[in-house]
């Protein structure tokens, strides 16, 4: 005849099965926010790929910088990129923005735009593109810091487009970090502000334009060769 389970035995089976629970989450956790960021590296990956597409076929013209549902960067790539509307969101931020000025965070996506800022329409997205190449927007087109040709030199090193709060971004070494790394910042003096976020662990992933895609850890963004001619000082306060 079979014994039956004693009430501390019970108990102790019990507290062994919540200790390997315990210890399991968190590695499901951390196998999840993997995948999700595999996921969003594949995604910039295959934009940066329509972006080298689109400069071959307009003869290494730089995109403009147009204001409107038409004209922004992703609406742009979408002849070069049948699934841009799927790629456009990182899984890690696919939920959109509750917010009243439609700014993303770590964790929402950006977008759309309503009155009185209309150009933006249906669009939606987790990324924002390197502003620094669209040619004369920012001081005009012999601003030190703008791009004037493609490839650039060094390509390798040079960010296209990257997980971001906005649909763009003019990030320059001497911009203070944000004081929420999860909510970021628009704040147009430090638009390091828009990139500088906690998406995937502390990181962002960021495309460059040889069309490689890397995590690069949030102090490692002040490193990076995002505008021409930036010889300014990196703050003291970077995030770690």
Avoid at 170 to 179: F, G, I, K
Avoid at 201 to 230: K, M, P, Q, Y
Wanted: proline content about 8%; overall charge positive.
């Amino acid at each position: 005849m079979r014994r039956a389970f004693t009430l501390i035995e019970l108990l102790v089976v019990i507290s062994i099965i919540a200790v390997l629970a315990a210890m399991l989450l968190p590695i499901i956790g951390m196998v999840r926010n993997q995948a999700r960021a595999t996921v969003c590296s594949s995604n910039l990956r295959q934009m940066a790929i329509a972006y080298e597409i689109y400069e071959q076929d307009h003869e290494s013209l730089l995109m403009p910088y147009i204001q409107s549902a038409t004209g922004m960067w992703m609406a742009l790539l979408k002849p070069y990129q049948n699934d841009i509307d799927k790629i456009r969101i990182c899984p890690t931020a696919s939920k959109l923005t509750a917010r009243p000025d439609y700014v993303g965070s770590a964790t929402n996506a950006w977008g759309p735009e309503q009155t009185p800022f209309v150009w933006l329409a249906n669009w939606t997205g987790s990324y924002g593109f390197n502003a620094w190449f669209h040619p004369g927007y920012v001081g005009g087109a012999n601003h030190p810091g703008q791009w004037n040709k493609w490839p650039p030199d060094k390509p390798g090193t040079v960010p296209l487009m990257s997980d971001s709060i906005w649909v763009n971004q003019w990030p320059e070494r001497s911009h203070q970090p944000p004081a929420d790394l999860l909510a970021g910042s628009t704040n147009p003096t430090f638009t390091m502000q828009r990139v500088c976020i906690d998406r995937h662990r502390r990181a962002i992933n960021v495309a460059f334009c040889d069309g490689h895609v890397e995590r690069v850890r949030l102090a490692g963004l002040w490193d990076l060769t995002w505008r021409r001619s930036d010889t300014a000082s990196k703050p003291a306060n970077l995030p770690q």
